[in-house]
C-alpha cells in the first residue's frame, strides 16, 4: 500500500482526506508536535529521514492577520519550510503534493477566472508566501502536483471538524436566528471539500504541474448564501432577516479571484458548479 505523509494532519483537510482514503493508503500523520515548521533546516532534515512514497504538504498558519502582522516568521511557516519539504523530496526522488491558494490572486484587477499560466498577484502575505512556494517548485522539481484551492466547505463527520465554509455559516444563521453578513463586494469560487477527499488517488497521479481545484461560481459570496439559505427550505422572510449583505468590506475595489479548472478537468478531475456541490453536500448529510 502506498504510504502517503500528510502534513498538518489535524486540519479539516488533512483529515478529511484519511477519512475517505483509509483502505487506499497507508498514511503518515505529521503535526506540530513531530517537526517545528519555524525551523525549516530541522524540516529538511526530517523529510529526507522520512520513509513514504509520497509526501502531501498541507500544514501552515491559514490566519491571515498573523501573517500580516508577523509576516518574518510566518515566511519561515508558510514559505520557507514548504520549499524545505520539496527540497528533500526532490533529493529524493519522491513526489510531492502542495496545497496552496486562490489568494495568490487576490490583487488582480483585470476579469476572473484565472489559469495556471496567469501571473499571481497578491496584497496579503499569505497570499505571496505560497506564490512563492509555487514559482520554487515549478522551478526547482520534477515531480510535484501544486494544487490551488478554492473556498472549501463541507459539514462535521465524527472525527473530522469542518472550517468555517459557508453551508455551515449558513446553517448556524438559520438554526440560532443570528443576523449573519456575508460580503456582497467578493466573487470566488466554492467547492464542496469531499471533491478532493474523494479523487486523491487521481490528483497523485496526475501529470507533474500546477492545477487549480475549482467548481465554477457565478455568484457574490452574499448571493452563494442566499441560494445556500434557499436550499435548507428557509423563507424569503427568513433569508431577508438573517442573510445580511455586507456592502462595506471590500467597498472600495469588488475582489474576483476566481479560479479556471479547465485544466484539471481535462485531466480527468470531477469539479461541477456552486449549485451542484451545495446539492451534493446536502444529500450526502441527509438533507
Known amino acids: 500500500m502506498r504510504r502517503i505523509a500528510i502534513t498538518g494532519a489535524r486540519g479539516y483537510l488533512a483529515s478529511l482526506i484519511r477519512l475517505y482514503n483509509a ?3 497507508s498514511f503518515v500523520p505529521i503535526s506540530r508536535g513531530d517537526v517545528d515548521y519555524t525551523k525549516p533546516e530541522e524540516v529538511e532534515r526530517f ?3 522520512l520513509d513514504c512514497d509520497l509526501v502531501l504538504h498541507m500544514a501552515a498558519n491559514l490566519n491571515t492577520s498573523d501573517c500580516e502582522n508577523d509576516p518574518q516568521g510566518t515566511n519561515l511557516v508558510n514559505r520557507d519550510s514548504a520549499i524545505a519539504v520539496a527540497r528533500a523530496c ?3 526522488g519522491r513526489r510531492m503534493l502542495f496545497i496552496s491558494t486562490e489568494q495568490v490572486f487576490n490583487g488582480r484587477t483585470d476579469p476572473a477566472p484565472f489559469a495556471e499560466t496567469d501571473e499571481p498577484c497578491s496584497v496579503t502575505a499569505y497570499g505571496r508566501q505560497k506564490a512563492q512556494v509555487d514559482a520554487w517548485m515549478a522551478s526547482h522539481m520534477d515531480d510535484y502536483v501544486t494544487l490551488r484551492l478554492s473556498w472549501m466547505f ?3 463527520l465524527p ?3 469542518p472550517s468555517p465554509g459557508i453551508v455551515g455559516n449558513v446553517l448556524t444563521a438559520l438554526r ?3 443576523p449573519t453578513a456575508f460580503t456582497a463586494n467578493e466573487r470566488r469560487c466554492l467547492t464542496y ?6 479523487q486523491l488517488g487521481a490528483i497523485c497521479e496526475l501529470p507533474s504541474g500546477l492545477y487549480h481545484f475549482a467548481s465554477e461560481n457565478e455568484h457574490t459570496t452574499y448571493e ?3 441560494l445556500v439559505a434557499k436550499r435548507f427550505g428557509a423563507t424569503e422572510e427568513q433569508i431577508a432577516r438573517l442573510i445580511l449583505p455586507n456592502t462595506e468590506r471590500y467597498a472600495d475595489r469588488f475582489r474576483d479571484f476566481r479560479l479556471d479548472a479547465s485544466k484539471a478537468r481535462a485531466a480527468g478531475i470531477a469539479l461541477g458548479t456552486f449549485e451542484q456541490d451545495v446539492d451534493l453536500c446536502l444529500r450526502d448529510f441527509g438533507w
Do not use: E, I, N, Y
Open 47 to 49: 523529510f529526507l529521514d
Open 154 to 156: 463541507g459539514m462535521a
Open 193 to 198: 471539500a469531499q471533491r478532493l477527499a474523494s
Open 224 to 226: 452563494a448564501a442566499c
Open 159 to 161: 472525527g473530522v471538524k
Open 23 to 25: 483502505g487506499t493508503f
Open 90 to 92: 526532490q533529493a529524493k
Open 176 to 178: 440560532s436566528g443570528t
